[in-house]
């Protein structure tokens, strides 16, 4: 696998990050994965303008235009292999002595790898997957896509201690934010509903993409904070992400989701994004 660190790119096993980096020390630092289907890279864009507002977000000067980013993830995009990949960037705010303040003078650390993205097979598109509820104990600023993850690992292990995919987030006892990584839609009554984008979510792209296509075909549609008892008493329930696009929660906390499989929603909606997929990699 070619990666590229600092303006080079290299093997990864001859990519190396000094112990100091603040990254490593403190988890300082913000992250972004753009999924890449045909060589071509989905929503650049979007990706790039959020990767600015969690540069914003943690007071870090971007490193790069849109411009230079794009050439630069078309170049990795290039010497990798897979035709669909799952394109990873992260950049720290450098080497410094260890000290919680800012370092004066420290170059950011620029690191971007590409793996095969392998989109969940039919088997688990026609079986849906298991989601555990837990209390999101994570920060107030869940819209910065920050690399300091060990909150949302921690959330997610709950889930696969349990033999679970995803672990649905519960804010202060009483409305839902997200999964652990990925976004989390439900469905009532022929209603896609959808928490705000606010500071206790990341924004999700895909999340973006399916209210998008979902207007576009008229499914009625509320963003809304969304109870925790919306929840459990949830018609149909959906996650969404780079990785996995649009998959169904059928069963949470070991209870079937309705009647346990996949619904009517979530059929319509993947089929609409694969065909909104296929639209834009055409024009792109
Ligand atoms: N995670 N919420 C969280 C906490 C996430 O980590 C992610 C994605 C999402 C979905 O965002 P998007 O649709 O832009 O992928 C929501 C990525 C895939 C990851 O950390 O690997």
Known sequence: ????????????????????????????????????????????????????????????????????????????????????????????????????????????????????????????????????????????????????????????QIAVDAGAAETILIRDDSFMTEGAASNIFVVKNGVLLAPPKNHLMLPGITYDVVLEIAQAAGIPQEVRKIAASEVFNADELLLTSSTKEVLAITTLDGKAVDNGKPGKMFMQLHQLYQDYKRDVMRKT
């Open 1 to 156: 696998m070619t990666v590229y660190l600092n303006g080079q790119f290299m093997p990864i096993t001859e990519a190396r990050i000094p112990v100091l980096d603040r990254g490593f020390i403190f988890g300082d630092g913000v992250y972004e994965v753009i999924p890449v289907y045909s060589r071509r890279p989905f929503r650049l864009l979007d990706h790039l303008k959020r990767l600015q507002h969690s540069l914003d977000g943690i007071r870090l000067q971007n490193p790069h235009s849109d411009a230079e980013w794009a050439q630069l993830i078309q170049e990795l995009v290039t010497r990798n292999e897979a035709e669909d990949q799952y394109l990873y960037l992260h950049i720290t705010r450098g080497v410094a002595k260890r000290d919680h303040a800012f370092p004066k003078n420290a170059v950011p650390t620029i690191f971007m790898m590409s793996n095969p993205l392998l989109t969940p097979p039919a088997a688990l598109l026609a079986s849906g997957v298991s989601a555990v509820s837990a209390v999101d104990n994570r920060w107030l600023r869940c819209d910065i896509k920050a690399i300091a993850l060990l909150p949302n690992v921690l959330l997610r």
